[in-house]
């Protein structure tokens, strides 16, 4: 199998495997709304497509993506087209309302929106349409993918757009509180960046105290399971010659990469670039310790650091990087206490409370993992090549 280039967008017929997690989420949505979250590149958007492609029996799946949509106006607007487009919209009253703005604003730009009799207008119009998919008896998901990353931008512009953006949370959440019990109509909520870290800015910074999703399934979407990576390596494996030893190089890759596709992509990409055309479990060795220190591949295995270096607080911030620093020394799982007496060894600036609060952010932001022994909080890298990465190019 040829690979185009790691990470790129991917046809359905190309995403493999996640049928254990596809099941799961079209189960919950027969009665509820998913908040859906994983840390970057660990294959959201990938399922989504695949829940689309094949929805469950009696399902229509629209994908939405927000990521640069800058007001709840283009927002909607965007959403009625598409809509419209996948023909779940029929009979609108704002169809000439969408033909007017089509044929008017042509290359629309959405930085400076402000139609005329529109502006304002779009929490009725996205009532309206939410309403029309409910009445309409068909069962539909909405998957809003980054939506948390388009809020985030909203918040960063200024205190308008601030409060734009908790007010279409706070409309999603009535609508569906409106809708969710006596019809079809589900949203998907997708993001890198979770939710929390965004409605903690709101709450800090705006004063927010609305709860927009809870009332919705928090879904977490991790690595592969054995047999979907198994699956993966060997779709990327056909037209390899016989004389690969397929076993042993799976069982590698999968070590290797902890089951993140990416990753399993990442690596067969290397053997394509580099004229491997028999890989060995050496050359899986190989592609990783090159990669992992190599700045020029330094993005395929820097979220982590991006995330904590554009989301976090100063002083979370530094707490973050001192922990990790000291977690990726070992793969093993430290004690809390042992971290706490570790970073007072490097400074004594920071409170119990803060690296406390701190590592239950690193936690929840799937950065590291948190393991209960003997009635004690302990933590490690969740990811064992972000560990390594890490430690050489960052502690
Ligand atoms: N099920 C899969 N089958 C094949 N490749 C996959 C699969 N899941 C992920 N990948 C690979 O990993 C890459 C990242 O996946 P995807 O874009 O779905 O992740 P994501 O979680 O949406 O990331 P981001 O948070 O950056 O949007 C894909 O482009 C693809 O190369
Ligand atoms: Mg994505």
Redesign the pocket.
Known sequence: MTIAS?????KPE?????KTEMEQYWRILEKQSIMLS??????????LR?MCANPAEGWIGVEYFVQGKTCPEEFTYDLVKILQDQSVLKKTKWKSFSQWAEKNLGDKDFGSFKIPGFAGKWKELLTDIIKEVAESKSKVVIMI??LPLMLWELQMKGKEEAESAMELLNTLRTLRETYEADSHVRFIFCG?IGMNLVLQKFKKDFGYMGQPINNMAKEI?LA?NDL?GKE?CEYFLEGYPEEVDQESLISSLLQATDNI??YI?MAFGYFEKNFIDSPTVEDVKTVFEKTLNDTTESDQYSHFSERIDTYYQEDERKVAYHILNFLCQSESLKPEQEIINYINTQSSDFEEKTIKDTLKKLWEDLCIERVILDDTRHYKFRFNLIRRWWKINKA
């Open positions: 790691h990470g790129s967008t991917k190309d995403i493999i495997g996640r994983s840390v970057r590149r660990m294959g959201k958007t990938c399922i695949k993918d980054e890198s979407v592969m979907d993966l596709p990416f992509e």
